[in-house]
């Protein structure tokens, strides 16, 4: 498995975290998800998300309403 | 899950049936067993109807005394007297699937089949079950019928209990 991409914009609360804990579930420890996003309300679930499940939040940026997380599993 | 920190545990008590009632306990329930928690539903009265194998779920005006639903840039209120009116809940519930769809917001039936994949522990009351006679055969599969006893017991084991 490598580095993957979900694809999660348009949807809301709670689609993007569970899309994002089934994709992480298929890939290898170290590899890095990037989650595109458009949920504003994202920004603060991915941060508890990764806090709460020892994942970690590589970096998230937005630009024009368009979110980017970048996750990297850990266990 | 953090290898420094115990798994938690989480139970609900489901107690309403309605379409917009069903959205807290599954979204929370599934974001929990995302997050690495452990999770038990207990559906009881109205909210054993979420466990049907075939879903209908409609909107009551009823008792939502603060049900604003946007229109036209809007909010229209809905004041408890108009579920009076013939048709109103079934416009409503009509309303509500469409924004429902529109917003990216998951149905009922998706967030029920996440739970279910995530292995979210479902307890159907049995006392509810008789009560509005329903059979097993009417309920998804993979249920526990128990009742009070039955939740008591996980409850005592949860970090967190909620009552929706």
């Known amino acids: 498995m490598a580095d993957q991409m979900l694809d999660a914009k348009g949807l809301n609360c709670p689609l993007p975290i569970l899309r994002t804990k089934k994709a992480l579930k298929d890939m290898a420890i170290g590899d890095v998800l990037t989650v595109q996003a458009t949920d504003p309300g994202a920004v603060k679930d991915f941060e508890a998300f990764c806090r709460t499940t020892g994942n970690e939040l590589v970096d998230s940026s937005n630009a024009n309403g368009e979110y980017h997380f970048r996750i990297r599993r850990k266990q | ?164």
């Open chain 2, 1 to 164: 899950m953090s290898s420094t920190e115990p798994a938690k545990n989480m139970s609900i008590i489901v107690t309403k049936g309605t379409l917009d009632w069903a959205y807290p306990p599954f979204i929370l329930a599934t974001t929990a067993a995302a997050m690495g928690l452990e999770v038990t539903m207990f559906f009881t009265f109205y909210g054993l109807v979420l466990l049907k194998k075939d879903l209908n779920l409609s909107i009551s005006t009823l008792g939502n005394s603060a049900m604003a639903m946007p229109m036209m840039g809007a909010h229209m209120v809905m004041p408890n007297l108009v579920s009076a009116i013939p048709g109103v809940d079934a416009m409503v519930t009509s309303m509500m699937k469409n924004l429902i769809k529109k917003k990216g917001v998951a149905s009922i039936e998706d967030l029920r089949a996440a739970a279910v994949e995530s292995e979210v522990h479902m307890i159907a009351c049995q006392m509810t079950m008789d009560l509005f006679e329903y059979k097993q055969s009417d309920l998804i599969d993979g249920l526990t019928i128990g009742g009070a006893a039955t939740y008591i017991e996980t409850a005592t084991k949860c970090d967190i209990n909620l009552y929706i």
